[in-house]
């Protein structure tokens, strides 16, 4: 049973929101990063990627960097750019992409249910990609980018938040990418009870998407509790941002690979290699999006195949079983030697936001070889996080992406901020 409870937002001013919400900051390259705060001085990339107010000669990790950014932050608080909720809410955050919506509930989730395993994770996370968001975080006191977290959907909670959509948003945007957005804030005690009540009913909550994020959180909430050794464990560096989804809402996009070589075969070697797992057939279909679990798309000299997995390396394993680990284990690996794909730089991804067409354009501009792949479904994640596995790095694109900018939580309790205590 996970500890999912409201908290105190700093949210945009009204007007304000459809300018300063920006996309996660990890989605840019950094020349991205400047040229869109340079274009808006707003945009909430101005604090995420604080080195878009240096040159390019500056570090991108310098502390002056972190700096610049808990300083901006500030401004614009006193400034008038973000305002504080008088009391601690739930909300609700509806993103709608392409006709289909998913509505989250926007809370703070326990840093103690992050460590004893009560909100799952399925991916490893890197101690050096962590570093940026631990120093990001505890330099601007505040989580800036929500976790997005999942949990099997729960028909009264269902209920809860369909009547609590039939008031009036607080905000109502369609952003420059055509996402709609809008958010409702539950004041009301007997709603914000309910929700919290079912919340707790809840028999497992997943970490769908920001790893990274949701572990730096943790890591400057335990640094906290070092520089206060007295506390409880409701102060709120104890809590990180979140936002949960129902399953049914959620929609995961394939997450495609392109490789800059065939490890030495020529085309024909290489298509009679594969053959040994993989039936290959001429795509009827250009480009070719497999339509079913166990089935690949292959661009190579031009043309799309189709590959089948066949029968003796399906497996019921809930990681070998995934589409991602069959291409990875019979085809990527053993044919190809990319045996570590998160390192090997023969190999890239491609998600699927853009396009099965992005996969030809890279196999004509810098790389041999393109696969396009099934999306891994939101049960397969939940069975791996379930047996305490792992996923292969890549395995799934969710959209669409969660703003960052529209919740901020800060860290420190109002006892903390009238004292200046940190």
Request: with cysteine.
């Amino acid at each position: 049973m996970a500890d999912i409870r409201p908290f105190t937002a700093l949210r945009p001013a009204p007007g304000l929101e459809s300018v300063i919400a920006a996309l996660p900051y990890d989605v840019y390259n950094r020349q991205e990063a400047t040229e869109i705060v340079r274009r808006n001085p707003d945009s909430f990339l101005a604090i995420d990627r604080a080195e878009t107010g240096f040159g390019p000669e500056m570090d991108t990790y310098a502390p002056e960097v972190y700096q610049r950014a808990a300083r901006v932050l500030r401004e614009w608080i006193e400034q008038g750019k973000f305002r504080k909720d008088e009391a601690p809410c739930y909300y609700l955050y509806e993103l709608t992409m392409n006709g289909r919506s998913q509505t989250g509930i926007v809370a703070c989730a326990s840093v103690d249910d992050y460590l004893n395993g009560a909100i799952k994770k399925h991916e490893n996370t890197r101690a050096d990609k962590e570093q940026d968001r631990i120093r990001h975080v505890d330099a601007c006191d505040m989580q800036t980018g929500p976790i997005f977290l999942a949990y099997r959907s729960h028909e009264i909670l269902r209920e809860t938040i369909r009547k609590c959509k039939e008031e009036r948003p607080a905000c109502d945007f369609v952003s420059d990418d055509g996402i709609g957005h809008r958010v409702w804030v539950i004041r009301e005690e007997d709603q914000a009870g309910h929700i919290r009540e079912q919340l707790q009913k809840l028999d497992a909550v997943y970490i769908a998407d920001g790893h990274h994020r949701c572990a730096s959180a943790v890591k400057v909430g335990l640094m906290r509790r070092e520089e206060h050794p007295e506390y409880t464990g409701r102060e709120e560096f104890n809590f990180f941002l979140a936002v949960l989804f129902p399953d049914e809402e959620l929609y995961i996009m394939d997450y495609n690979r392109v490789v800059r070589d065939l490890n030495g075969y020529t085309a024909e070697a290489f298509l009679e290699k594969i053959e040994e797992n993989f039936e290959v057939e001429k795509a009827e279909q250009s480009p070719y999006r497999p339509d079913r679990k166990g089935r690949f798309g292959l661009f190579l000299e031009n043309n799309w195949y189709r590959l089948t997995a066949r029968s003796h390396i399906l497996s019921e394993d809930a990681v070998d079983g995934l589409d991602v680990s069959l291409l990875q284990n019979h085809l990527l690996g053993p044919v190809l030697g990319i045996q570590d794909p998160k390192t090997d730089r023969r190999i890239d991804f491609v998600g699927g936001i853009r396009g099965i067409g992005e996969l030809e354009r890279r196999v004509h501009t810098d790389m041999k070889a393109a696969f396009s792949l099934y999306p891994t479904s939101i049960g397969e994640l939940f069975a791996v996080a379930d047996a305490g596995r792992l996923m292969p790095p890549k395995s799934t694109w969710f959209e669409p992406k969660l703003r960052s900018g529209l919740f901020l939580h800060e860290l420190k309790d109002i006892d903390e901020s009238e004292t200046g205590g940190k």
